[in-house]
């Protein structure tokens, strides 16, 4: 595999990483005592976000899951019929 590609898969897996770790340990004014609600915000914002460690979870993630991909790119552990739960199709089905 090329190098350009593990960058490409690597932002790819980034990404995802950082939609999954979003939501981790934010908080809403709901949830802080004491904390009153701005003019102007709204009411489910996070109090607490921190956009480094967000980043930082989603690196670690996004290096993890690219190296099992990588892995399972060199090893083969599952390959394209492992997944395919559907069986063979026949060649007269094709329609071309």
């Known amino acids: 595999m090329q190098w350009t590609s593990l960058i490409a898969i690597f932002g790819l897996f980034w990404v995802l990483s950082?939609?999954?770790?979003?939501?981790?340990?934010?908080r809403t004014p709901d949830?802080?005592?004491?904390?009153?609600?701005?003019t102007g915000h709204a009411d489910s914002a996070p109090v607490n976000f921190r956009?480094?460690?967000?980043?930082?979870?989603?690196?670690?993630?996004?290096?993890?899951?690219?190296a099992l991909f990588t892995l399972n790119w060199s090893y083969g552990?599952?390959?394209?019929?492992?997944?395919?739960?559907?069986g063979e199709m026949p060649?007269?089905?094709l329609g071309y």
């Open 51 to 66: 956009p480094g460690k967000v980043a930082l979870r989603a690196t670690i993630l996004a290096a993890v899951l690219s």
């Open 77 to 86: 552990w599952v390959t394209r019929e492992d997944l395919n739960f559907y």
């Open 31 to 38: 949830e802080v005592e004491g904390h009153e609600v701005q």
């Open 18 to 26: 950082a939609f999954i770790v979003l939501p981790i340990g934010l």
């Open 91 to 93: 060649s007269e089905d």
